[in-house]
């Protein structure tokens, strides 16, 4: 059954078995291993800095974070993606907490030095206060001179080069199929995904509102947060109009 785009809850059960079949081809170790790395050069920070990889899903990026010597905390709604992270280790320096990334907790108030949000995981909610909302939280819960990594998708250059539709085949061997459309008042973008393969077909949408970075920055200066600089997606090099990713470094005043 395919879930209305409608609900102001949508994304409530939208992170599952289907979304990880879907989005398999991007989930590879090498991928975050790479990603990771290059978080390492943004952040510049010292062994045993506290971050908060906020939403974190399965965990792709936190438990490569608390190898590479931070105390890390990843924070996502989906019970089923926190379960997997799980699996891959906890430790005195690696936690879960099962939230929502508009009410972080009250204790972690100036508790970070670096949070990160990653994967175009920003956008979902339904009332557009609700995503400055998040960027609020972010700011509370950094320490001063803290660092906010912001990374997603860029609206200009998602405009400048769209695709309307496209598809790929899974690791199990499951068809998947993207239609999109772009409502340009709004900002949303909606995505139709269908799927059919031996074990699973179906359909379902979801939907996201795409910023462009000028407009983020804004959000961040709302909140007390400076961008420094903007990157071309995970690349060390400057972001430009038909940049489709984008990778923001804001830091708390």
């Given at each position: 059954?395919?879930?209305?785009?409608?609900?102001?809850?949508?994304?409530?059960?939208?992170?599952?078995?289907?979304?990880?079949?879907?989005?398999?081809?991007?989930?590879?170790?090498?991928?975050?291993?790479?990603?990771?790395?290059?978080?390492?050069?943004?952040?510049?920070?010292?062994?045993?800095?506290?971050?908060?990889?906020?939403?974190?899903?399965?965990?792709?990026?936190?438990?490569?974070?608390?190898?590479?010597?931070?105390?890390?905390?990843?924070?996502?709604?989906?019970?089923?993606?926190?379960?997997?992270?799980?699996?891959?280790?906890?430790?005195?320096?690696?936690?879960?907490?099962?939230?929502?990334?508009?009410?972080?907790?009250?204790?972690?108030?100036?508790?970070?030095?670096?949070?990160?949000?990653?994967?175009?995981?920003?956008?979902?909610?339904?009332?557009?206060?609700?995503?400055?909302?998040?960027?609020?939280?972010?700011?509370?819960?950094?320490?001063?001179?803290?660092?906010?990594?912001?990374?997603?998708?860029?609206?200009?250059?998602?405009?400048?080069?769209?695709?309307?539709?496209?598809?790929?085949?899974?690791?199990?061997?499951?068809?998947?199929?993207?239609?999109?459309?772009?409502?340009?008042?709004?900002?949303?973008?909606?995505?139709?995904?269908?799927?059919?393969?031996?074990?699973?077909?179906?359909?379902?949408?979801?939907?996201?509102?795409?910023?462009?970075?000028?407009?983020?920055?804004?959000?961040?200066?709302?909140?007390?947060?400076?961008?420094?600089?903007?990157?071309?997606?995970?690349?060390?090099?400057?972001?430009?109009r038909r940049s489709s990713e984008?990778?923001?470094?804001?830091?708390?005043?």
């Amino acid at each position: 059954m395919k879930k209305s785009v409608g609900s102001a809850d949508w994304w409530a059960d939208q992170f599952d078995a289907q979304y990880l079949r879907e989005y398999q081809p991007l989930f590879t170790p090498e991928r975050d291993r790479k990603e990771v790395a290059r978080l390492l050069d943004v952040l510049a920070l010292p062994a045993g800095a506290r971050v908060l990889d906020c939403p974190c899903g399965q965990g792709r990026h936190a438990h490569l974070l608390a190898e590479a010597g931070f105390d890390v905390d990843g924070l996502d709604y989906s019970a089923e993606l926190l379960a997997l992270a799980g699996k891959r280790g906890t430790s005195k320096t690696l936690r879960y907490t099962r939230g929502d990334m508009r009410k972080l907790p009250a204790r972690w108030t100036g508790r970070f030095a670096a949070v990160v949000n990653l994967f175009t995981s920003f956008g979902f909610f339904l009332d557009p206060a609700d995503d400055a909302r998040v960027i609020r939280e972010f700011a509370r819960v950094l320490a001063d001179d803290g660092v906010l990594v912001w990374h997603g998708g860029s609206r200009d250059g998602v405009m400048a080069r769209f695709l309307a539709r496209d598809w790929w085949v899974s690791e199990d061997g499951t068809m998947i199929g993207h239609e999109r459309s772009f409502d340009p008042l709004s900002g949303v973008l909606t995505v139709l995904t269908t799927w059919e393969g031996r074990k699973a077909r179906g359909e379902r949408e979801h939907r996201i509102r795409l910023y462009t970075a000028s407009r983020l920055a804004e959000l961040c200066a709302d909140a007390g947060l400076v961008v420094e600089q903007a990157f071309d997606g995970w690349h060390d090099r400057p972001m430009t109009r038909r940049s489709s990713e984008m990778l923001l470094v804001a830091r708390k005043g």
